[in-house]
């Protein structure tokens, strides 16, 4: 099994600088939520180190991927930059032997959420999106309610994305809806 310094060394190897950057800050991010809310700050590190691992392979790489590891082929027909985070699950338990579900489940779901999402996937879905790097529209809000309750700083980031996606005439991937529409369902 691979130390944590060396999973760092390997994921760093696979971007520029500045994302490496970003995963510092998620990292750092990520365990403050974890160890306000209770999640593992272990798992929550290691998974926020690894949630980018493969955002700067070539398309055509990432695209194979999906095509032979039996990933949702319905990516294909969405956006590339949502296909990093269910390759990168796929990537990082092959090429560096990572192996604990939670942790993948986390990778997996950093870009659109899912329908039942752990504590652990919030943690680090939040943590990309509020890291202290970031600055676009509602983020000072998602970043508040985030202290608050992690369901609502959820939701208020899919719904940040969405309008944002809608207002551009791109299209939203089914999960993204299946996300929100799951948290409106269990928020009070
Ligand atoms: O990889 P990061 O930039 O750190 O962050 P991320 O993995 O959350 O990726 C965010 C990008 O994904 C952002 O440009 C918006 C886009 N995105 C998120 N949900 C959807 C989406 N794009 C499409 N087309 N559809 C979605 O549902
Ligand atoms: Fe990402
Ligand atoms: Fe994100
Ligand atoms: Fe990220």
């Known amino acids: 099994k691979m130390s944590r310094e060396k999973l760092m060394e390997a994921t760093r190897r696979q971007m520029p600088s500045s994302r490496w950057e970003h995963t510092l800050r998620v990292k750092e991010t990520a365990v403050e939520l974890a160890e306000r809310t209770g999640a593992d700050p272990e798992k929550a590190e290691i998974a926020a ?3 980018d691992y493969c955002k700067y392979w070539p398309e055509e790489k990432q695209r194979e991927w999906i095509l032979r590891h039996r990933l949702p082929q319905d990516l294909l027909q969405f956006h590339k930059e949502l296909w990093h985070a269910p390759v990168g699950a796929v990537a990082v338990r092959e ?3 990572v192996d604990d579900e939670e942790v993948l489940n986390a990778i997996r779901s950093h870009t659109t959420g899912r329908p039942g999402m752990s504590l652990l996937e919030k943690v680090v879905f939040l943590a ?9 529209p509602g983020l000072d ?5 985030a202290r608050e309750d992690l369901d609502r700083a959820v ?3 899919l719904d940040n994305t969405i309008l944002y996606l809608v207002e551009r005439g791109l299209k939203v991937y089914p999960l993204t809806i299946l996300t929100r ?3 409106l369902d269990k928020i009070p």
Request: charged share 35%; no cysteine; net charge negative.
């Open 49 to 51: 180190i690894l949630h």
């Open 95 to 97: 090429e560096l032997g």
């Open 128 to 136: 990309d999106y509020i890291e202290p790097g970031r600055s676009f």
């Open 181 to 183: 529409n799951d948290l």
């Open 155 to 157: 939701l208020k980031a």
């Open 141 to 145: 809000e998602v970043r508040r309610l």
